[in-house]
């Protein structure tokens, strides 16, 4: 397919409940000191549809503020350094690995105040703040910040921050994590050097299905006022 190429400094205005489709390649790179934006407007504020990338092409949002959502960025495409904000979904638009409805590259050294949904690709140095959070085979989850529901499946994940109403994990390599969400699920995850500050603890236990099993292994965890 084609290239579309959003040089650093352009703004673009989304005027109405409408969304971008990207069905070749899009290069949307700004500078740290010369950001895109993408904005609603008017009937555009807060309810503009997202951008849903197609085509599996190496699209790359970089140095970039969206704004006014209320679904998000879903399909094939990788975002770093982003300031993304939601009335709703900022990344994905549902909690599923599907890519109509997830995003299917990484996303990384971001700030995103919405909820998110992103497999199969990595989620590293981000700050995330969302009512939910589903990351699904995301190979590497490492040194962010998050806050929300979160599910995390078949991932490693390594020195993150999490708060937030529940922190669900599950075939997981947990390591390093500071923990002080309400409720904690854990089930067949491998967990060491992790802190649990507050909150009720579920370890080994899948709540969809209503049975316990015990983790594969716990190595050096600190329980902090937990129950």
């Known amino acids: 397919g084609n290239t579309l190429v959003i040089d650093p400094g352009v703004e673009i205005q989304v005027n109405g409940n409408y969304y971008m489709q990207v069905e070749g390649k899009l290069e949307a790179i700004g500078t740290e000191s010369d950001r895109i934006k993408i904005y609603g407007i008017d009937d555009g504020a807060n309810n503009w549809d997202g951008i849903k990338f197609l085509a599996d092409e190496p699209n790359k949002l970089s140095y970039i503020d969206i704004s006014g959502l209320k679904n998000g960025i879903t399909g094939y495409c990788d975002i770093d350094h982003a300031l993304i904000t939601a009335n709703g979904w ?5 909690d599923s690995y599907d890519p109509r409805y997830s995003l299917r590259g990484s996303l990384t050294n971001s700030t ?13 140095g981000n700050t995330i703040d969302g009512n939910t959070v589903y990351l699904y085979e995301t190979p590497f989850v490492c040194d962010n910040t998050i806050s929300g529901s979160t599910t995390i499946q078949y991932s490693n994940i ?4 999490f708060s937030g109403s529940e922190l669900d994990t599950r075939y997981a390599f947990v390591c390093n994590n500071e923990v002080s969400s309400t409720n904690v699920y ?4 491998i967990q060491k050097y992790v802190t649990y500050n507050g909150g009720t603890l579920f370890l080994g236990y899948y709540y969809d299905h209503g049975y316990k099993m015990s983790p594969s292994g716990l190595y050096n965890i600190q329980f902090n006022n937990c129950s």
């Open 112 to 124: 995103v105040k919405g909820s998110v949904s992103v497999a199969y690709d990595d989620v590293k």
């Open 158 to 161: 390594d020195g993150n921050t």
């Open 90 to 94: 900022a990344v994905g638009m549902d």
């Open 186 to 189: 854990s089930y067949s995850d």
